[in-house]
T-cell receptor, first 114, second 114 residues
Framework: GAGVSQSPSNKVTEKGKDVELRCDPI?????LYWYRQSLGQGLEFLIY????????KSGLPSDRFSAERTGGSVSTLTIQRTQQEDSAVYLC????????????FGPGTRLLVL | KQEVTQIPAALSVPEGENLVLNCSFT??????LQWFRQDPGKGLTSLLL?????REQTSGRLNASLDKSSGRSTLYIAASQPGDSATYLC?????????????FGKGTMLLVSP
């Protein structure tokens, strides 16, 4: 595709359920990033992938959050036992390399935990 | 830890005005600085990327400046139009262990009225 795509665009779930968020980066982009944007907050970094490996998971807020990337392309962010404070927009970005190149952002997934 | 502050948090101007958005950062050891635009319910669109060795970048009616030593960047929008209404985000790009990380400000919400 022409840009980064994310699915679903919106997700409403009940507290305690698990959710999976998907990111399709731009073809050929080896670096992939997940961010979270909470109401009234700036974007916060969650995790970075280079290829299939995640050298930096420092931004994941708790062990309920995990992410994987297979085949150096699609990535999935999983939130287990969702809490209301997990409600946010989850943004994915990709770049050709990790070393300072422009990151291209997807439209985000809006997650609402009731 | 890098902290990015954007002032003002919100700005409302009549169409045609020139305006300046401000961004400051606490750690001057940055790699690049990037300005983004975010429309309601949408992802981020990159506007300008300034490398640390540069002083400014221009694209159309937009001009971004960077003063690393003082930890400041400004985004100048000339002859504002209603279509410029959006949230503008400043992001500082730092290099970690071989990869870049973005630290975002909370944004300036701009409203340009006809």
């Amino acid at each position: 595709g022409a840009g980064v795509s994310q699915s679903p665009s919106n997700k409403v779930t009940e507290k305690g359920k698990d959710v999976e968020l998907r990111c399709d980066p731009i073809s050929g982009h080896t670096a992939l990033y997940w961010y979270r944007q909470s109401l009234g907050q700036g974007l916060e970094f969650l995790i970075y992938f280079q290829g299939n490996s995640a050298p930096d998971k420092s931004g994941l807020p708790s062990d309920r959050f995990s992410a994987e990337r297979t085949g150096g392309s699609v990535s999935t962010l999983t939130i287990q036992r969702t809490q209301q404070e997990d409600s946010a927009v989850y943004l994915c970005a990709s770049s050709t390399r990790s070393s300072g190149e422009t990151q291209y952002f997807g439209p985000g997934t809006r997650l609402l935990v009731l | 830890k890098q902290e990015v502050t954007q002032i003002p948090a919100a700005l409302s101007v009549p169409e045609g005005e020139n305006l300046v958005l401000n961004c400051s950062f606490t750690d001057s050891a940055i790699y690049n600085l990037q300005w983004f635009r975010q429309d309601p319910g949408k992802g981020l669109t990159s506007l300008l990327l300034i490398q640390s060795s540069q002083r400014e970048q221009t694209s159309g009616r937009l001009n971004a400046s960077l003063d690393k030593s003082s930890g400041r960047s400004t985004l100048y929008i000339a002859a504002s139009q209603p279509g410029d209404s959006a949230t503008y985000l400043c992001a500082v790009i730092s290099m970690g262990s071989g990869y870049s990380t973005l630290t975002f400000g909370k944004g300036t919400m701009l409203l340009v009225s006809p």
